[in-house]
């Protein structure tokens, strides 16, 4: 029977691909947990708000931490000083001064400033 020779090769292809489907997804899985996928998903500068001293604030201030602990905050230009400070001071961060630093504090303080308070409720005894 020689035509039924071929059958067997063809389902033995079928059944690697198959194999190799199954080897990608697992793949797939082994990578989503692996330090190199953790690398890819690190920040960029685009996850702060565009304007100018944007990329000099991300990479200033995320040889430490995330941006999450900066975007979290809404401070006054005084108050984003001092915290500037107390990473130099505490933490140790490079301390910055003239233009780079102003540069900076422009950005925080105009990107993350107080927050506004909620209005006034009408229906409160004033
Ligand atoms: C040399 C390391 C380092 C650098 C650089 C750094 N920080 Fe920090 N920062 C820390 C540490 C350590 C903490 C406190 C621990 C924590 O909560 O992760 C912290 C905490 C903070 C906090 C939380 C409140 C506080 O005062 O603890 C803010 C806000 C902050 N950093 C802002 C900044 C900004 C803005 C920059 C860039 C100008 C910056 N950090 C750069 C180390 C650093």
């Not at 033995?12 to 194999?19: E, F, L």
């Not at 330090?35 to 040889?63: H, I, N, S, W």
């Not at 107390?86 to 540069?103: F, N, Q, S, V």
Request: charged share 25%; with cysteine.
């Amino acid at each position: 029977m020689m035509r039924s020779i071929p059958v067997v090769p063809a389902r033995m292809a079928a059944q690697q691909s198959r194999m190799r489907r199954v080897s990608y997804v697992l793949l797939a899985v082994v990578f989503a947990f692996s330090p190199l996928a953790k690398a890819q998903t690190e920040e960029t500068p685009d996850v702060l708000p565009e304007g100018p001293g944007r990329d000099e604030t991300f990479y200033g201030c995320t040889a430490c931490h995330g941006t999450a602990i900066i975007r979290q905050q809404g401070m006054t230009r005084e108050r984003w000083d001092e915290t500037m400070r107390g990473m130099t001071e505490k933490h140790g961060m490079a301390a910055y001064d003239g233009e780079l630093r102003a540069l900076i504090l422009d950005y925080l303080a105009a990107n993350f400033p107080p927050r506004r308070r909620a209005p006034d409720n009408p229906f409160l005894p004033q």
